[in-house]
């Protein structure tokens, strides 16, 4: 089955850059999503389209790709933006959804 | 826009239960939806896709055959009844809106707030 790759943790200090990759075979052919989940909080998407931020979004929150792997950057990283982070895409092979595992950030 | 849950609760493995996904706010009929859980602790993962109309739907390998999505567009409701249900369904369940921009490509927005479904002996 269709996989998405995503570091578990990562760690990052106040108002520092963090950057958290996705990786899958099909990620060249479809668009990934990303979504933020705080904790006890249900997920809310960050980014579209690769990279498309939605309104309400904070302009620190960019998405990009670079062949089979997508990236969410965040720049100038606050203590509310410590949360769970997942990347998603179609799979038109199977006509699924797939999530990747989901990054946990920590801002310390 | 709101999408609020309903449902879930404690169920015995191989139970039943249906969860409801009550949306206001938009015009219902006119967008795809999704289910998507979340067993404590861990990650999320989709489990099924419904179209507008309802004639389009996909499930996850996971719970083809066990599971079955519904839409009441008249009421403006989302549905999943679950069957056979065992120790591993044991999660949050979501649903949550598919959205599409100009270049069709979707994405799920809003999410509910998620309704507990809790399988145990």
């Known amino acids: 089955s269709y996989e998405l790759t995503q570091p578990p943790s990562m760690s990052v200090s106040p108002g520092q850059t963090a950057s958290i990759t996705c990786s899958g075979d099909k990620l060249g052919d479809q668009f990934a999503c990303w979504y933020q989940q705080r904790p006890g909080q249900s997920p809310v998407m960050v980014i579209y389209q690769d990279t498309k931020r939605p309104s309400g979004i904070p302009e620190r929150f960019s998405g990009s790709t670079s062949g089979n792997t997508a990236t969410l950057t965040i720049g100038g990283t606050q203590a509310m933006d410590e949360a769970d982070y997942y990347c998603?895409?179609?799979?038109?092979?199977?006509?699924?959804?797939?999530f990747g595992g989901g990054t946990k950030l920590t801002v310390l | 826009v709101q999408l609020v849950e309903s449902g879930g609760g404690l169920v015995q493995p191989g139970g039943s239960l249906r969860l409801s996904c009550a949306a206001s706010g938009f015009t219902f009929s006119s967008f795809e939806f999704n289910w998507v859980r979340q067993a404590p602790g861990k990650g999320l993962q989709w489990l099924s896709y419904?179209?507008?109309?309802?004639?389009?739907?996909h499930y996850a390998d996971s719970v083809k055959g066990r599971f079955s999505i519904s839409r009441d567009n008249a009421k403006n409701s989302l549905f999943l009844e679950m069957n056979s249900l065992r120790d591993e369904d044991t999660a949050v369940y979501y649903c949550?809106?598919?959205?599409?921009?100009?270049?069709?490509?979707?994405?799920?927005?809003?999410w509910g707030q998620g309704t507990l479904v809790t399988v145990s002996s």
């Open positions: 949550a809106r598919q959205g599409r921009d100009d270049y069709n490509s979707a994405y799920f927005d809003p």
């Open positions: 998603q895409a179609w799979d038109s092979s199977t006509a699924n959804w797939v």
């Open positions: 419904i179209s507008g109309p309802g004639t389009t739907i």
